[in-house]
């Protein structure tokens, strides 16, 4: 099983990328920019040398095609249109949202919960994703 974590470059979503692949799960790290995502898994893998990573990074269209389960770990301001550019590789696979409604500063420091349309961000990933029997959860929504 592969699972892929969209926008994975970011502290979270490495986070949970590199102790997916320390427990022996194959991942593959998304992001924005390929490049980006090939210089995290990189020095991702320089920084765990001691473990055997199978941890490859691509550009989030190409990860969430390739990946079995998806986990979206991006801001809130990056969902909608990130969840849209790889609606057509979700179809009949298990989409993990990971978003928390926080509206951002600049800098990236978040300052203020947004009460969201839908109900919450995954239930906004659930709609967008209608009709192409993806199964959404919401995990790992976390406010510090």
Request: aromatic share 4%; glycine share 10%; hydrophobic share 45%.
């Amino acid at each position: 099983m592969k699972v892929s974590v969209i926008g994975g470059t970011g502290p979270q979503g490495l986070g949970i990328a590199e102790r997916l692949a320390i427990a022996g799960v194959e991942v593959i790290v998304g992001s924005r920019k390929e490049e980006k995502a090939l210089d995290v898994v990189a020095k991702a893998k320089e920084d765990l040398a001691d473990y055997d990573l199978n941890m490859v990074g691509m550009a989030n269209e190409d990860a969430a095609k390739e990946g079995d389960v998806l986990i979206l770990t991006v801001p809130l301001a990056a969902q909608k249109p990130t969840v849209e550019g790889i609606k057509e590789f979700c179809t009949d696979k298990i989409v993990m949202d990971a978003t928390v409604p926080l509206e951002t500063a600049i800098g990236g420091k978040p300052f203020r919960f947004v009460d969201l349309m839908e109900g919450s961000a995954a239930e906004r990933t659930a709609k967008i994703l209608e009709g192409t029997g993806a199964k959404v959860i919401c995990a790992f929504c976390n406010i510090s």
